[in-house]
């Protein structure tokens, strides 16, 4: 056998085995099941028209729970509304139009909301956006602080007294490792940093989605509503659909495919925090992988620097 040959079966013999636990680990970590009903409990999940917010979706409406999907496409989310309603038979969906690149929006969906619905059991602050060249929202706030914190501040602040009354209730903050990328210290959290894009902000409003979980779960700690942020993981989604083209071919097609998790793999977590009865009293805290996770940058423990956070986005959401 020549040398080249033996090098091949080297290789193999190493590389196959770590791949094929790759493989396991992937498919197998973080996976949550459990026969928790939801019968007579409402959800609201902003985003639920694709990605893991659909899976969400579709996962709690085999619960039998009564779903607003909050979307800003109502075309896809009517799809995604029928498909559901294909697959489980669930009749008890609902679509509402919300952008929360649109605080006036925010307000209007949150005050329909108030107005229609008797109860709130669980809100899951599920969308997201990532931008590659600075784009404004419709109040002229940098988009991914706009889109993927402020407008979900403002919402489940709107929303407060409803979750109150349906206590025990959850809110659910879909945050990202990516928030370990944020170039931002203690000092640089002031409104015009916060509303400056540059780029690390998809990773600063992932950070400002962990210190928006950890001052609210103090603010709601004997409220009855429990208040916690998760990593969903490297997820196969839309997310990076403002990518140019050829990156997009690149993360779609190629890495994606064999190191991301599928949407279903990346709704995991969010389902585990949304549902799980073990966490019916734990407020406050980042999960991974349906655990609590202590993967943090020290400024996303920072009391103070949450509360600086808080009083910067009730400014900038006219709550102050």
């Given at each position: 056998?020549?040398?080249?040959?033996?090098?091949?079966?080297?290789?193999?013999?190493?590389?196959?085995?770590?791949?094929?636990?790759y493989?396991?680990?992937?498919l197998?970590?973080?996976?949550?099941?459990?026969d928790?009903?939801?019968?007579?409990?409402?959800?609201i999940?902003?985003g639920?028209?694709?990605?893991?917010?659909?899976?969400?979706?579709?996962?709690?409406?085999?619960?039998?729970a009564?779903?607003?999907?909050?979307?800003?496409?109502?075309?896809?989310a009517?799809?995604?509304?029928?498909k559901?309603?294909?697959?489980t038979?669930?009749r008890?969906?609902?679509?509402?139009h919300?952008?929360?690149?649109?605080?006036?929006?925010?307000r209007?969906?949150?005050?329909?909301?108030?107005?229609?619905?008797n109860?709130?059991?669980?809100?899951?602050n599920?969308?997201?956006?990532?931008e590659v060249?600075?784009?404004?929202?419709?109040?002229?706030?940098e988009?991914?602080?706009?889109?993927?914190?402020?407008?979900?501040?403002?919402?489940?602040?709107?929303?407060?007294?409803?979750?109150?009354?349906?206590?025990?209730?959850?809110?659910?903050?879909?945050?990202?490792?990516?928030?370990?990328?944020?170039?931002?210290?203690?000092?640089?959290?002031?409104?015009d940093?916060?509303n400056?894009?540059n780029?690390?902000?998809?990773?600063?409003?992932?950070?400002?989605?962990?210190?928006?979980?950890?001052?609210?779960?103090?603010?709601?700690?004997?409220?009855?509503?429990?208040?916690n942020?998760?990593h969903?993981?490297?997820?196969?989604?839309?997310l990076l659909?403002?990518?140019?083209?050829?990156?997009?071919?690149?993360?779609?097609?190629?890495?994606?495919?064999?190191?991301?998790?599928t949407?279903?793999?990346?709704a995991q977590?969010?389902?585990?925090?949304?549902?799980?009865?073990?966490?019916?009293?734990?407020?406050?805290?980042y999960?991974?992988?349906?655990k609590?996770s202590?993967?943090?940058?020290?400024?996303?423990?920072?009391?103070?620097?949450?509360?600086?956070?808080?009083?910067?986005?009730?400014?900038?959401?006219?709550?102050?």
């Amino acid at each position: 056998m020549s040398c080249c040959c033996i090098c091949l079966v080297v290789a193999a013999l190493i590389f196959l085995p770590l791949f094929i636990l790759y493989l396991y680990l992937r498919l197998t970590v973080g996976r949550y099941s459990s026969d928790v009903d939801l019968t007579a409990k409402t959800v609201i999940i902003t985003g639920a028209n694709v990605g893991i917010g659909f899976e969400t979706a579709l996962d709690l409406a085999t619960r039998n729970a009564r779903i607003i999907f909050a979307c800003r496409n109502l075309e896809k989310a009517e799809q995604a509304k029928q498909k559901i309603f294909e697959e489980t038979g669930n009749r008890q969906l609902i679509v509402k139009h919300l952008d929360l690149a649109s605080l006036d929006s925010v307000r209007k969906f949150s005050a329909e909301i108030l107005k229609e619905e008797n109860r709130l059991d669980i809100l899951i602050n599920n969308a997201g956006v990532v931008e590659v060249t600075p784009q404004k929202t419709k109040d002229g706030f940098e988009m991914m602080f706009g889109v993927n914190h402020l407008g979900h501040f403002l919402l489940t602040l709107l929303l407060k007294d409803l979750l109150m009354k349906s206590a025990p209730s959850r809110v659910v903050v879909v945050s990202s490792v990516a928030h370990m990328w944020a170039k931002i210290t203690a000092s640089e959290i002031t409104a015009d940093r916060l509303n400056t894009y540059n780029r690390s902000q998809y990773g600063v409003s992932k950070l400002m989605n962990i210190l928006f979980t950890r001052e609210l779960s103090q603010q709601w700690k004997d409220s009855g509503v429990t208040v916690n942020a998760l990593h969903p993981g490297a997820v196969q989604s839309e997310l990076l659909r403002n990518l140019p083209p050829v990156l997009q071919f690149m993360f779609d097609k190629i890495l994606c495919k064999i190191f991301y998790k599928t949407t279903k793999e990346g709704a995991q977590t969010s389902i585990y925090v949304a549902v799980a009865p073990e966490l019916k009293h734990v407020t406050g805290e980042y999960f991974s992988d349906c655990k609590i996770s202590k993967r943090l940058l020290e400024i996303a423990r920072d009391d103070g620097v949450a509360k600086k956070v808080w009083e910067i986005s009730e400014q900038f959401c006219g709550l102050k």
